[in-house]
């Protein structure tokens, strides 16, 4: 049947999953990434898993990729130079924006707006009118048009946009302006606004729009020059690479649409997250996705994860489709400071990085950070995988001492407030994303993956009370896991602007079909067979003057069935479990999407060898470890010498190639068939009672 192969680039190691489906096997390899130029680290690692796993590239079938290329790009401002066509008194909308800011009533003083990604002098407008029903008020005017181009061409710009008034409901005019656009700058992208984004609201529809034609020219060269070096090492299989919400779109359709890949590093842990939960049986889960900088949760639902209409990436805010994960700046690399004003411990979100990275890492790195308090309290043992890779100890004991002398404390009393302001940050991230959501955590097991995910995983679950905690198998590359493991996905979106009152039921069917028969062709072009194609519809739904919509997924079964009243009346117990209230205000249907999806890929999850339930054939060695206030006895594991059924009592430690799990004192963990460690509180002996 083939290989799977999944790649998530990160800022210090590219991760590699290779799966073989139709075993289940797979085989996982870390390699130092390549910022100068991604590709050459992805390649390294193709070679030798493919070298591993005894196979050649040319047995790949499909190729799987996160990147962050286009996250990157926004974040560190070097998007290409874009200019702007629009409608004739509408050249501010870059600037004029939205009147929110960031943050309290200061947030007016202190607060830098950002710089638009397309700049004042780099606008153009042109004649030429649509009215709000999408009707020719105003012709176009081609030497017009030519004269404003000719001037954007002169002034050197490297992406072009599109956005007219109103082209959401007739892209008529955009679509001539493109083909004269074409005709005098033929190597410059051009984005167009009624095909990134035909939805209402004129500022949202001209940001993503702008924010596309930015990443355009950097992820087009990377995607080419990723696609060529594969060729060249025989690669023949299909290249993918993971969209922001979740899904797959082909290497082609990205280099024209990015805006969908903003999201696309963290959006592979989430889908990794989905893939483990299915094979273990277990339907909701939050996910606590720790790296060195950052935490990234999200919360899956009956196997499924939110979507939100907006990518948030920095100050940037697109309305593209994503995943709802939050990100706090708590990760192995934070830095633990104690700051003169208040004398209190902080952590992070200042991050010692890779370079220099912790101390405990000897790369000269002197600031103490979560690492190095784990490394002191003994939850990461200075001696991993029989001595393969050393952590320096003595130096980060050093580091948290220093901590330890400001607070005036003892040494691992002070590692130990590291771990658990870190954690409570991450409690706080967890929160927004259940609680605040109107979600009970404590109805969701908790998944830790990441480099440094499985040391926190136990401590945070009794914050939430999320059980069981789950450490999945190769937690360090989860991410390249969810790569492999994902499916095709495309929309169509449409606005629609009606109150539900005056709409019925037959109009709304008839626009759901169309945009369903297009986005099915658009998969099909892509290779899915028409018998695996899965539709799925939204309806965003407002109360009339709200400035914010709620999105409703249904199916043209239950809307035929149920009718109009049905939809509005789900909208009404959505509003209410989110913001506890309803009002009576009348409702508006504001806009359609109907989204196409490949069959999901039937890959198994190898089942262990069945243990006795004593992991003493794992065993590494005895370990002491501080907690709860004092040392106590502990044994290191061997995660790839465990069988299923093995029982675990904490406190232990689990190491493997990609991470390490801490088991603590008064919890039990189980191995389960395929190798997940499942961490649940003991129950409370006869005797305590």
């Given at each position: 049947m083939g290989y799977r192969l999944g790649v998530d680039v990160g800022g210090t190691f590219t991760d590699l999953l290779l799966f073989d489906q139709g075993s289940g096997a797979f085989w996982r390899h870390k390699t130092p990434s390549t910022p100068h130029d991604s590709s050459e680290g992805i390649l390294t690692g193709v070679n030798r898993i493919c070298a591993d796993a005894g196979i050649t590239p040319a047995e790949v079938e499909i190729f799987l990729h996160g990147t962050t290329v286009a996250t990157n790009a926004v974040l560190e401002g070097k998007g290409a130079r874009v200019g702007l066509v629009t409608t004739q008194g509408y050249r501010q909308i870059m600037q004029i924006a939205r009147s929110f800011v960031p943050g309290g009533l200061a947030g007016w003083i202190v607060w830098p707006k950002p710089e638009p990604l397309a700049k004042l002098e780099d606008t153009v407008e042109i004649k030429g009118r649509m009215d709000a029903q999408g009707r020719e008020v105003r012709a176009i005017d081609d030497a017009d048009i030519r004269?404003?181009?000719?001037?954007?061409?002169?002034?050197?710009?490297?992406?072009?946009?599109?956005?007219?008034?109103?082209?959401?409901?007739?892209?008529?005019?955009?679509?001539?302006?493109?083909?004269?656009?074409?005709?005098?700058?033929?190597?410059?992208?051009?984005?167009?606004?009624?095909?990134?984004?035909?939805?209402?609201?004129?500022?949202?529809?001209?940001?993503?729009?702008?924010?596309?034609?930015?990443?355009?020219?950097?992820?087009?060269?990377?995607?080419?020059?990723?696609?060529?070096?594969?060729?060249?090492?025989?690669?023949?299989?299909?290249?993918?690479?993971?969209?922001?919400?979740?899904?797959?779109?082909?290497?082609?359709?990205?280099?024209?649409?990015?805006?969908?890949?903003?999201?696309?590093?963290p959006a592979g842990g989430v889908t990794g997250a989905i893939w483990v939960g299915k094979n273990a049986g277990i339907r909701n889960i939050l996910t606590l996705d720790v790296g060195g900088t950052s935490t990234d949760v999200a919360l899956i639902e009956n196997l499924e994860a939110r979507r939100v209409r907006t990518t948030e990436v920095g100050h940037l805010s697109v309305r593209a489709s994503a995943l709802d994960v939050k990100t706090v700046g708590a990760g192995g690399g934070s830095i633990a400071y104690v700051p003169e004003l208040t004398g209190a411990l902080r952590v992070g979100p200042q991050s010692a990085g890779a370079v220099p990275g912790p101390v405990a890492y000897g790369k000269g790195g002197t600031q103490p950070t979560v690492t190095d308090a784990n490394v002191v309290l003994g939850y990461l043992p200075e001696s991993l995988l029989g001595g393969t890779f050393k952590l320096d100890r003595e130096g980060a004991k050093a580091a948290v001492q220093t901590i330890a002398d400001q607070l005036g404390i003892d040494l691992y009393a002070a590692a130990r407030g590291i771990i658990d302001i870190v954690n409570e940050n991450m409690f706080g991230a967890l929160r927004m994303i259940s609680v605040q959501q109107g979600y009970d955590p404590r109805d969701f097991a908790l998944m830790g993956f990441g480099g440094a995910g499985p040391l926190h995983l136990n401590a945070v679950a009794r914050l939430m009370g999320s059980w069981p905690a789950i450490s999945p198998v190769s937690p360090g590359v989860l991410c390249a896991l969810g790569d492999a493991t994902t499916r095709m996905r495309t929309e169509?979106?449409?606005?629609?602007?009606?109150?539900?009152?005056?709409?019925?039921?037959?109009?709304?069917?008839?626009?759901?079909?169309?945009?369903?028969?297009?986005?099915?062709?658009?998969?099909?072009?892509?290779?899915?067979?028409?018998?695996?194609?899965?539709?799925?519809?939204?309806?965003?739904?407002?109360?009339?003057?709200?400035?914010f919509e709620v999105p409703m997924e249904v199916t043209l079964d239950d809307l035929t069935a149920y009718g109009i009243g049905w939809l509005t009346g789900r909208f009404d117990d959505e509003h209410r479990r989110l913001f506890t209230f309803n009002m009576d205000s009348e409702h508006e249907i504001v806009n359609l999407r109907a989204v196409a999806m490949g069959k999901p890929p039937e890959l198994p999850a190898a089942p262990l060898p069945e243990g006795n339930g004593d992991p003493a054939a794992a065993k590494l060695r005895d370990h002491e470890l501080w907690m709860d206030g004092a040392m106590r006895h502990a044994v290191i594991y061997d995660r790839a010498r465990l069988r299923a059924g093995d029982r675990i009592p904490g406190p232990a430690i689990v190491v493997e190639m990609d991470s390490t799990t801490l088991i603590e004192g008064g919890c039990t963990a189980l191995v389960d068939r395929v190798g997940n460690i499942l961490i649940t509180p003991q129950a409370p002996s006869a005797e305590s009672h």
């Open positions: 004269a404003a181009l000719e001037k954007l061409k002169a002034q050197g710009i490297e992406a072009l946009t599109v956005s007219l008034i109103n082209a959401y409901l007739n892209g008529a005019h955009e679509k001539l302006v493109g083909e004269l656009a074409a005709e005098i700058m033929p190597d410059v992208p051009i984005s167009l606004s009624h095909e990134v984004l035909p939805e209402m609201q004129e500022y949202e529809r001209t940001l993503t729009t702008v924010a596309n034609a930015a990443v355009r020219p950097i992820v087009g060269r990377y995607v080419r020059n990723l696609r060529d070096k594969l060729r060249g090492a025989g690669m023949a299989g299909k290249l993918s690479l993971l969209r922001s919400d979740g899904g797959l779109m082909t290497s082609e359709k990205s280099e024209e649409h990015p805006v969908s890949l903003l999201m696309s590093g169509s979106a449409r606005s629609f602007s009606q109150l539900a009152s005056r709409t019925s039921l037959e109009e709304l069917r008839a626009i759901l079909d169309d945009m369903a028969a297009q986005t099915r062709a658009e998969l099909e072009a892509e290779g899915i067979a028409a018998a695996d194609v899965v539709l799925s519809f939204e309806i965003d739904v407002r109360y009339s003057g709200q400035a």
